[in-house]
């Protein structure tokens, strides 16, 4: 089970945490079999392909809405798109992107439109059930002993102490731990986590 941080300082501190230990692990990552990688072009470019993920985060006090998006890679994995020109991708879009990639962080220099996918994967999609939770923002932290490694993500803690994670395409640095939040989305194939699709910020931490 994950076990939750509590702590209200700014999530951007977190997000600092986090890209040192994407930054540390990516000459391992970079090392495992190419079924679980993007294609490498060269010792700075890499390119790969599949479907766009999008979390949208709106902010009810300031009237501020955001943008995120990251690619859920075909041949497993899934990463946070930087870059300029991201605004034109859409939700459950299928490109091929060329960039440089550092953890779980792809910066992108170039992307294309490819296939949609098939009617089969597109009638599944459609088919997941969509859910809403409502609390406070957290942060959970699991360890993966045998692995040697560990995984920092977002959770919401509604009013019975039960908390959701949220899985989201990129980590938003418009968010800060303790928000009021509403999260939006469809539950995830392990059935307890919410593949998130927006955030609605309610109200600042306590």
Known sequence: MPMLVHNNSLLLRFLGVMLVLALASFP???????????????????????????LTVRNTLTGVTLRYFGLTVDQGGSYAL??????????????????????????????????????????????????????????????????????????VRDASNKHTQLNVAAIPDSLQIGMLISADGTVAADGSSLDTTSITILALPA
Not at 111 to 131: I, N, Y
């Open 28 to 54: 391992a990552a970079a090392h495992q079999a190419e079924t679980t990688q993007p294609t490498t072009i060269n010792p700075a470019l890499v390119t790969a392909t599949g479907t766009v993920a999008e």
């Open 82 to 155: 930087t870059g300029t020109g991201l605004d034109t991708l859409s939700d459950g879009s299928r490109v091929n992107v060329t960039g440089i990639l550092a953890g779980n962080m792809f910066k992108v220099s170039l992307f294309g439109s490819v296939a949609p996918a098939d009617s089969a994967a597109r009638a599944a999609l459609q088919a997941k059930t969509k859910k809403t939770v409502s609390g406070t923002l957290a942060v959970y932290h699991k360890d993966f002993f045998q692995q040697g490694r560990g995984e920092y993500g977002l959770a």
